[in-house]
């Protein structure tokens, strides 16, 4: 899937590795929130950099004393039209201080890409490329 990142469409170093499956051992790996919460001290030890996966009802607050050993959080919308993702993302930059990439997912229309950055976005995967 194409991921726009300052402006531009890059390639994505990324991998999301499903529940089921090992992470690579030094690729950069994205975990569902549920594997993030089962497995914290393994993944936190990692060398490679970690990523985690969130929907609109997870809780961010619970990655409070974790965020400084994540690279990235990808936060999904199921459909454009639901704004909780603009809500997680706000609190993650402003409330709980994340620095790392924040990746809008899911249900992405360019149109909305000024209005996730304001919130704190700074990466989108955009389903259709040629929308980009």
Known sequence: MPLLKDGRLVEDPWRVIDDASPLPASEPAIVSFARFQAERETLSARSAPLGVKLRNT????????ALDRLALIALEFPKF???????????????LGFDGELRATGDVLIDQALFMRRCGFDAYEIADATKA
């Open 58 to 65: 997870d809780p961010v607050d619970a990655l409070a004393g």
């Open 81 to 95: 039209s639901d704004g909780r993702a603009y809500s997680q993302a706000r609190g993650l930059r402003e409330r």
